[in-house]
């Protein structure tokens, strides 16, 4: 179902007007502000704008939408890369190595290699989005809740990569994060559970405020037990110098990361509910495990950061699919922008395709021309944010944390998730004394819901014999076999590296 010559020149037309230009423009500039600051995801921004979209014309304001979408998500890297505060849930496994490669004197080529490689990943996915949505929307319409289940768990392999040298804190964190997802209203039976009472907590406890605790909290505490450290790396961020981009043999090494990471990001969109933040982590993870040199994840390796910052931005055409074609969000922003279609009348499946193909089709090329604009600005502001990270830290501080409450509180409105955040924060920062993984907290809590509910829902659907209806899913079994050798993995490396130096 592609783009023929009769809606060719229509969607030029759409595009070419001033208000489609300004609210592309407007979606970049404002997406990359928004998902640099903590706690300021690009699904509020979709929220807070789409009442105000409403007398816009179809084109503009899914343009300003879905710019900002993907915007946001690279904007979220800048600062994880420059002072470890993930702007948005998806930019967590970008701070492990883009905030290594800043203290390492390096944060000018993350930035570059972020900006780059998000705009790739973003390009692709949006590409396959105009050309396979119809086919491709079929394959999650074969996913029902055995496979979503098994998806979870296959993501929860990630914790004992993170946790090299130290297996068990790792699982120990994960442990920690999927109790903490048991928090809140049971998913089968609306019956309250660990709430003690307290009626904020029916609700579960909120990822973001969580996530800007165990990241950004804890980083400023760390550093603030450690203000002549700080001080001397202040001044190596502050002389910065260097080429914004890789080097060319640094390019040839990067292809086969971007090329899986781009892939991983689009597949992880297709399936709902994964978003953003679970790619980049498969993809970090994958590249870690096809890496000559695991040891250096998490230690400024250029291809940790290449691998989360593709997948990241490849789930945004990604997610998009299942949303135009069956109106299935595949992430949290993508469920607001399916309010957003009908609020302007549209209708998500064939005829979105078919009757209102000027509109859609001119959508789809502004999310692409959004990325390649990104790409732009990111490479043109390189240099001026990097002066971000050269700010004293007793200055820095402060900020951080002033922008950690605004944006706990302003997710919900809720003092709550305020109280949450500074929990979380001291929770982090005793966890990463004792050198446990927060990331391995923050990934439970991602996928221990949806392990639940598929869990739960499969053991309704098997009727008492869960192991056979499993093997009788063919979808089931080549998940299955992705767990094992992911569970593998890691004794085969081992093993490997002690043949080689046996050898």
Known sequence: MGIDLSILSA??????????????????????????????????GIALLIPITFGMNPVAALVLISAIYTSAI???????????????????????????????????????????????????????????????????????????????????????????????????????????????????????????????????????????GLFSISQVLIQAEALTTIKSSESNIAELKGSVFPTRQEWRNLWPTITRSSVI??????????????????????????????????????????????????????????????????????????????????QPGHELFTQNANIIYAVIVGLILANILMGIFGLTLAKQIVKVASVPFAILAPVIIVLSVVGSYAINNNMFDVYVMVAFGLIGYLMRKASFSTAAVVIAMILGSMAEMGYRQALVMSKGDVFSYYLSRPISLVIIVLIVLALLSPVVQKWRIRRAANA
């Open 11 to 44: 969607v030029l037309s759409e595009l070419a007007s001033l208000d489609v230009i300004l609210m592309l423009f407007a979606g970049v500039i404002g997406g990359i502000f928004l998902g640099s600051l903590p706690g300021l995801s690009a699904t509020m």
């Open 74 to 212: 690279y904007g979220g890297s800048i600062t994880a890369i420059l002072i470890h505060t993930p702007g948005t849930p998806s930019s967590a496994a970008t701070a492990m190595d883009g905030y290594q490669m800043t203290l390492q004197g390096r944060g000018l080529k993350a930035l570059g290699t972020s900006t780059v490689c998000s705009v790739i990943g973003g390009v692709v996915s949006a590409v396959a989005l105009l050309v396979l949505a119809p086919p491709l929307a079929q394959v999650s319409l074969k996913f029902s809740a055995p496979e979503y289940f098994l998806m979870a768990v296959f993501g929860l392999t990630i914790i004992s990569s993170l946790s090299t040298g130290a297996m068990l804190k790792g699982l120990s964190g994960g442990l920690f994060g999927l109790l903490v997802g048991l928090v809140g209203v049971d998913v089968m039976t609306a019956y309250p559970r660990f709430t003690f009472g307290v009626a904020e907590l029916e609700n579960g406890i909120s990822l973001i405020p969580a996530m800007i």
């Open 265 to 346: 990001g689009l597949l992880v969109g297709i399936l709902p509910g994964a978003g953003g933040d679970v790619a980049s982590w498969v993809a970090y993870n994958e590249a870690k495990r096809a890496s000559k040199n695991p040891e250096n994840f998490g230690k400024g390796d250029i291809d940790g950061l290449a691998a989360a910052e593709t997948a990241n931005n490849a789930v945004t055409g990604g997610a998009m699919i299942p949303l135009l074609t069956l109106g299935i969000p595949g992430s949290a922003a993508t469920a607001v922008m399916l309010g957003g279609l009908y609020i302007h009348g549209l």
